[in-house]
């Protein structure tokens, strides 16, 4: 049996995309009956140990994806412990290679690079609408993603 897949989804601030992303990916793999460790972590530590984002609790309970998360920034041991470590946007993505550590084995990319090498944009400033656009793209880079790592899903 492959070893078990560990993914730790990146983003800034670790309020709005990425718990939004470690909510969905966890949903969508669940669905697929995978049972995958999923976690969330931002590259600064302005928010740690808050809640996320109203507009990423709402925008979740509104398309009835659980969400429960303490912001929290990337550590050391992220680098070993996890398998995958997806990056929202670029910035976060050269921000996780400045700390990455010499003995780091997960493989560190942008989330868009398994589907279409898009970002996801922040969407802390603007209004609700851009949290949408946030789902949507969780949606579709978490199924990009377990195609990639695991396969086709067979169910609809
Ligand atoms: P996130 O959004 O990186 O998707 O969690 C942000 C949250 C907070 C800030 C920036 C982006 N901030 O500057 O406080």
């Given at each position: 049996m492959a070893a078990p897949l560990k993914v730790l989804v990146v983003c800034l601030g670790n309020i709005c995309r990425s718990p939004m992303g470690e909510a969905v990916l966890k949903d969508v793999a669940a669905k697929r009956g995978l049972d995958i460790?999923?976690?969330?972590?931002?590259?600064?530590?302005?928010?740690?140990?808050?809640?996320?984002?109203?507009?990423?609790?709402?925008?979740?309970?509104?398309?009835?994806?659980?969400?429960?998360?303490?912001?929290?920034?990337?550590?050391?041991?992220?680098?070993?412990?996890?398998?995958?470590?997806?990056?929202?946007?670029?910035?976060?993505?050269?921000?996780?290679?400045?700390?990455?550590?010499?003995?780091?084995t997960a493989e560190i990319r942008l989330w868009g690079s398994y589907l279409d090498n898009k970002p996801v944009p922040d969407p802390y400033y603007g209004g609700i609408r851009g949290f949408e656009d946030v789902y949507d793209q969780c949606i579709a880079l978490s199924n990009a993603f377990l195609d990639d790592v695991v396969g086709t899903s067979t169910t609809a």
């Open positions: 460790e999923v976690d969330s972590a931002g590259t600064a530590a302005y928010h740690a140990g808050e809640d996320p984002d109203e507009r990423t609790v709402a925008t979740c309970k509104k398309h009835k994806v659980p969400i429960s998360h303490s912001a929290r920034k990337v550590t050391q041991a992220d680098f070993t412990h996890f398998t995958h470590i997806l990056a929202a946007d670029e910035s976060n993505l050269r921000g996780l290679q400045s700390v990455k550590p010499k003995n780091a």
